[in-house]
């Protein structure tokens, strides 16, 4: 392997976003998320709490001063945007305490779902008794929370509906995407769990169907933006295993064929398809192709906070993109 390529393989296993200094209002937030975690396990067999507890810690990587944390796996706007949705509520507004409590545990078990769906299908976790038990626990207590949320706003039992469609139709389909948008179009569908919650906040406390668009427009594309860092840390496993990423849609065809060749075909060949297709990467700028869409997507973020009179949200989107600004000069 070249120089070259080490590097650009190493630059890409450390890139990350910048850091968010979560305010003290904001950690005690966040801790009442991590207790909506624990509480998935004190819904199990008492045969099975304390395994599913050790489970999360072990996959959530869960730190444990001051407490168990569980949502640090996340970046903070994935939590963050129902804490600054309630700091705005307009004229000080008064939500139910039930209706708050069910928008926390319906996001709190979308988050863990969204990965461990993703983590058991490409076999990163073992499915196992104990996996599939919080599965079903986990989607049993956000569809109830999801559907409680719903009731006593317009559409909102079809507003969920259709957002649970439109993650099932997208995961489970088998058409290639052909460009970047392609790509990010049907990421912002895979997420789709994620933006009920959000969504149906925008609602409650403001009936005006341009409120909640643009919610879900700054969100979403704080999510596309995780996607593609996600995709450039995990760039040589993607390759190495034919799992398809944004790089993959830049590939010329033939480089698209040996992509989805197994490992051993890949490095096996008379020519080295892997080394060919990881040179074809950086011959073809296609990182900063990528950084580039990022770091748009979390300035489209923080535009959008900002059109929603969430200014801390909009400045956590731009700590975030910090360093991809960096990188790539965005505007």
Known sequence: ??????????????????TVVLSCEEKRFRNELNHEMLALCEHLPKSMQTK????????????????VNFVSYFYPPSWSILFWLLQTSPGKKILDPKFIQNAKVGHTNAMFLHALDDHLTDRQLPVTHLSLLMRSQSWMTM?????????????????VGELIDDYYSSIDTSDETQSLDDYCNLFMKQMATWLIVPILLAQKLYPDEEYWRTVQAAYSSFGIAWR????????????INGAHSSIYVFLSEDLKYWWNKDAVEKIGAKIDYAQAILRYVHENEIIDAIIKRACDE???????ADDCRLPGLAAEFRCLGKPLKIRVNCS
């Open 228 to 239: 593609l860092l996600d995709d450039l840390q995990d760039l040589e496993k993607d390759m």
């Open 1 to 18: 392997m070249d120089n070259e390529i080490a590097n650009m393989l190493l630059f890409c296993s450390r890139i990350d976003f910048g």
């Open 298 to 304: 979390m300035a489209y973020a923080a535009s959008k």
């Open 143 to 159: 569809n109830q929370s999801f559907h409680r949320l719903s009731r006593g706003i317009e559409n909102g039992a079809h507003t």
């Open 52 to 67: 599913a507890a050790l489970f999360l810690m072990e996959y959530l990587q869960a730190t444990v001063k001051s407490g």
